[in-house]
T-cell receptor, first 115, second 112 residues
């Protein structure tokens, strides 16, 4: 009964290093999302994938890339990390986009610090 | 795009009292309004949601009300307990992409 699993849970990077955050869901959901959470700002959408094989930009996509590897997995990549990307990153999934809104289910986050 | 504002940012209540958190949204096309509870070190967990064809929804001690005309919605927690202490987020979305726009969060503290 894992739901949405994110790895790693914590990571420290140096400016300019690259990193891939992994996310997997076992609920057979079609849609997956990446958010970042900064103090006092709620969660902001970085990228989402409506279904396997598609990805789209959210509110704050600059500096990030994503890959929908298969129906279960959706990864987020920082090609050249910057201190402004220090944040907590959350992955979420839902049954489907485009019809009636479906609840999004979140993982427990990856805490990323960039020095 | 959508803008969601949430108030208050912190709320302290005595155990047994009620707590109310309010949100306003800007996009009249928004039609789905979930509320999430986030405990320390965990991801947000959906606690209740409401769609625009409904004015109120209740689940045990938790209720949500929606005023489409005024574009605001509220979370009501009755008979608060210490385990209700957490950060609560409201959000809004429309059918166009299921993209949620979140409010800034409310830290609720329930004093025993």
């Amino acid at each position: 009964n894992a739901g949405v699993t994110q790895t790693p849970k914590f990571q420290v990077l140096k400016t300019g290093q690259s990193m891939t955050l992994q996310c997997a869901q076992d609920m057979n959901h079609n849609s997956m999302y990446w958010y970042r959470q900064d103090p006092g700002m709620g969660l902001r959408l970085i990228y989402y994938s409506a279904s396997e094989g598609t990805t789209d930009k959210g509110e704050v996509p600059n500096g990030y890339n994503v890959s929908r590897l298969n129906k279960r997995e959706f990864s987020l990549r920082l090609e050249s990390a910057a201190p402004s990307q220090t944040s907590v990153y959350f992955c979420a999934s839902s049954e489907e986009i485009g019809y009636s809104n479906q609840p999004q289910h979140f993982g427990d986050g990856t805490r990323l610090s960039i020095l | 795009g959508e803008n969601v504002e949430q108030h208050p940012s912190t709320l302290s209540v005595q155990e047994g009292d009620s707590a109310v958190i309010k949100c306003t949204y800007s996009d009249s096309a928004s039609n789905y309004f979930p509320w999430y509870k986030q405990e320390l070190g965990k991801g947000p967990q959906l606690i209740i949601d409401i769609r625009s064809n409904v004015g109120e929804k209740k689940d045990q001690r938790i209720a949500v009300t929606l005023n489409k005309t005024a574009k605001h919605f509220s979370l009501h927690i009755t008979e608060t307990q210490p385990e209700d202490s957490a950060v609560y987020f409201c959000a809004a979305s429309n059918n166009a992409g299921n993209m949620l726009t979140f409010g800034g969060g409310t830290r609720l503290m329930v004093k025993p």
